[in-house]
């Protein structure tokens, strides 16, 4: 479990999470700022998986977010803005099921 270490004060932004404000030190990255357990962040895969961030590195791709209205953003690389719109980014779609001529 990642414990969060506060060494500066920095100044306090409010971004959404899922429409909910989370406020959090500017300088922190979108994964940092959600993985609190009070926020419930976790993301399915499309088998259906439980994920959350895992390397916060930008190696896994496990932390990925729809940020901005923009999907596929890696929250561990993308620094918290004030009035950012976070949403959970639930598992790819299943072209094949969405192709098939049954």
Request: glycine share 10%; proline share 5%; aromatic share 6%.
């Amino acid at each position: 479990m990642f414990k969060k270490v506060s060494a500066s004060k920095g100044k306090i932004v409010t971004i959404y999470f899922e429409g909910q404000p989370v406020q959090t030190e500017e300088g922190m990255t979108v994964a940092a700022a959600v993985l609190d357990p009070s926020h419930g962040w976790s993301r399915t895969s499309h088998g259906g998986q439980k994920r959350g961030p895992y390397c916060q590195m930008g190696v896994c791709h496990e932390c990925l977010m729809t940020i901005d209205g923009i999907p596929n953003q890696q929250a561990c690389l993308t620094m918290v803005v004030e009035g950012m719109q976070v949403y959970r980014q639930d598992g790819a779609p299943d072209f094949h099921k969405e192709n098939s001529h049954e």
